[in-house]
C-alpha cells in the first residue's frame, strides 16, 4: 500500500490587491511588506464567493482523473465556515455531482484542521484500501482594514484526494503533536475578524514547532538530514523562513544559510502572491514546492510542518513518488496566479466591507470573476450557489485581459 496524496489542485480568487498599493494608503514603507513579512500580494475574493465556492472550485479540478464513485469521505477544514450546524462538505458534495452513500463532515481548529482531516482520511483509506477520500481545505483570511495583520490577509483553498496508491507524495504514518491552550489568534461567533496578538503568536507558533518536532523525532527515529525539503504552515512567507532557521538552529543542523534557504524558500512562492489561506496555507506551500521547485524531487523527502492557532501544532513527512509532475496542475495554477484582476484600493475596500444581509431576505449577489461555483444569494437564510458556464468565465478572462493590454 501507499498512502497518501494521489491528487492535488488549488484555487485562488480572480481578484487581488498589490501590496505596492496597500503600502501606499497605510503610509507603510513597501519594504516592511516586502522584505519584513515577505508579501507582494493579497488575493481578495469577490462577494459572490466564500470557502464554500473557492474549496469546491479546487475540488474540482483535483477530481478531474479521478472516479468520483469513488469517494466515500469528504471532509470540509475551514475556520471561516457559512454555518454553525451545516457542513460546508455538504454543499460541495452536491455541486461536486459526488455518490450519495457518502460521510460528510467538517472540521476546525483554527489552520491545521486541514492536516488532521489529511490523517483521520489515510486512517480510512488504511481500513479501506478500495475507497478514496476527498479532503478540502479553504479559507479567507480577514484581520481587519488599516491592522497589523492586514497586509497577511489572503484566501484560497486546496482539494486533495486521498488513496491507498498515492501519485504524488506518499504520507509516511508517524506525527509529532503539539497542543497547548493559548490565546494568540481567535474568532468569536460574533465577528468576522480574528482577534490576534500578532507578535505572541509567532512566538507560540514556534514553540509549538519545537515541542511537535521533538515528538516527532521521538516517535519516528527520523532527524532533520532526513528531509530534503521543508514546507510550513505559512500566515506571511517570511514565517516559513523564520521556522526553517529555528528548527535549524535548535538542531544544530551544521548547514549553512544558503543550504538552508534553498530547503525552505521554493515553498514560499505561492503565498507571497496569495497571502494567508489559513487551512490550505502548507498545502499551497507544499504545491509550490513541487510545482516552481527544483525540477525532480522524485524519491525526496518532504517535512511538513503544520500550525493551528490556540493552539495546536503537527509534524510529519512524506516522500514524493516518481511521475509526480504529470499528475500536478502546474500551468493551471500559473493561469490563476498570473490572470487576476488587479483591485484598486476602493475597490479593494468595498469588496472587503460588502456583507450579506442577515435577515434571511431574498438577496442576489452581483456576478464578479469567479471559477466554476458561484455564490448566487441568500433565499429563507438558505445560501443558493450555482454552476457558472465555462464559456461565462472565459468572456470573463478574455475582457480582464482586454482592460490589461498596453494600449498599442
Ligand atoms: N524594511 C524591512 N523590514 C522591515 C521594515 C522595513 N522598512 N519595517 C519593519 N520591518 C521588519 C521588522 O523588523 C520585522 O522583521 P522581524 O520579524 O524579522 O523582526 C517585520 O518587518 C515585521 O515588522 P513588525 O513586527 O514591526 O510588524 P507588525 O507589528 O506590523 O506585525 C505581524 C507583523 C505580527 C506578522 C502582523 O502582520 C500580524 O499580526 N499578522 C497576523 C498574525 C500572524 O500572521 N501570526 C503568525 C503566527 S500565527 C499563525 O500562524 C496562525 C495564523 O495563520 C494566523
Known sequence: MNPGIESISMYIPRYGLDLHDLARARNVDYAKYHQGIGQEYMAVPAPDEDVVTLGTNAARQALQNVDRSEIRTVIFATESGVDQSKAA?????KLLGLPANCRTVEMKQACCSSTSALHFGLSTVAMHPEQKVLIIAADIARYGLGSAGEPTQGGGAVAMVLSADAKILRIDPHVGYYTEDVMDFWRPNY????????????????NALENAWKHYKDDSGAGFADFAHFCYHLPFSRMGLKAHLHLARHENAGLGAKELQAQVEPSLAYNRRIGNAYTAS????????LETGPKNLTGKRVGLFSYGSGCMGAFFGGKVIEGYRQHLHTRLHQDLLDNRQNLTLAEYEDFYNHVLPATGETYRTDRHRTGSFRLAGIENHQRLYEPVPSMRIMAADAAEARVAAPAV
Open 89 to 93: 462538505a455538504i454543499y460541495a458534495h
Open 191 to 206: 465577528r468576522d475578524e480574528a482577534l490576534v496578538d500578532g507578535k505572541y503568536s509567532i512566538k507560540v507558533y514556534l
Open 282 to 289: 502548507l498545502y499551497m506551500g507544499l504545491l509550490s514546492l
